[in-house]
T-cell receptor, first 111, second 115 residues
Framework: NAGVTQTPKFQVLKTGQSMTLQCAQD?????MYWYRQDPGMGLRLIYY???????DKGEVPNGYNVSRLNKREFSLRLESAAPSQTSVYFC??????????FGPGTRLTVT | KQEVTQIPAALSVPEGENLVLNCSFT??????LQWFRQDPGKGLTSLLL?????REQTSGRLNASLDKSSGRSTLYIAASQPGDSATYLC??????????????FGKGTLLTVNP
């Protein structure tokens, strides 16, 4: 997972609370992604950013917002957390040759 | 819509055995296929990337093949070790269109290598 860092590693929220998941890369690539991974559902794309200042919705964007203010960072915000958002969240980037690299993940529990 | 299937969902083998993991996809219009490894509680680690024009890629004891026309890829692991125990996922990237940034992932094969 070298090159992509995520904070925090673990988080417990109560329903209705908000939080921002942070992702940063030091590989100087344009494209960045947010996924969630749930048992039996596999990896699902939440949002994608092709470059600084641009974002696109993925498969499951409802309940999330993202921000790509610079090339290095891509954050994911939950405005009002729900138990259905309990999941493991992964940030990823696309490197040369369209190879994808993942961060270590954030394990989020919403009670 | 692209669908990626990995069979079996779980596999248990004794140490030292050679093994093959399978990945199939429904739409052959792919740009590349990537194999990942995921250890429990960890992120995905890229193992091999095969471009659509390639037939195989090798890294150490791992060999991945791609048959685009039949919609199949295999990951061959030689002389398996307990440290190979993990979930292995494959993912395909479409070759064209506005959504070519999106990977479609299989759900993975959980491999256990017993000492």
């Amino acid at each position: 997972n070298a090159g992509v860092t995520q904070t925090p590693k673990f988080q417990v929220l109560k329903t209705g609370q908000s939080m921002t998941l942070q992702c940063a890369q030091d590989m100087n690539h344009n494209s960045m992604y947010w996924y969630r991974q749930d048992p039996g559902m596999g990896l699902r794309l939440i949002y994608y950013s092709a470059s600084e200042g641009t974002t696109d919705k993925g498969e499951v964007p409802n309940g999330y917002n993202v921000s790509r203010l610079n090339k290095r960072e891509f954050s994911l915000r939950l405005e009002s957390a729900a138990p259905s958002q309990t999941s493991v969240y992964f940030c990823a980037l696309m490197a040369a040759g369209y190879e994808q690299y993942f961060g270590p993940g954030t394990r989020l529990t919403v009670t | 819509k692209q669908e990626v299937t990995q069979i079996p969902a779980a596999l248990s083998v004794p140490e030292g055995e050679n093994l093959v993991l399978n990945c199939s996809f429904t739409d052959s219009a792919i740009y590349n296929l990537q194999w990942f490894r995921q250890d429990p509680g960890k992120g995905l680690t890229s193992l091999l990337l095969i471009q659509s024009s390639q037939r195989e890629q090798t890294s150490g004891r791992l060999n991945a093949s791609l048959d685009k026309s039949s919609g199949r890829s295999t990951l061959y692991i030689a002389a398996s070790q307990p440290g190979d125990s993990a979930t292995y996922l494959c993912a395909v990237r479409p070759s064209s269109g506005g959504s070519n940034y999106k990977l479609t992932f299989g759900k993975g094969t959980l491999l256990t290598v017993n000492p």
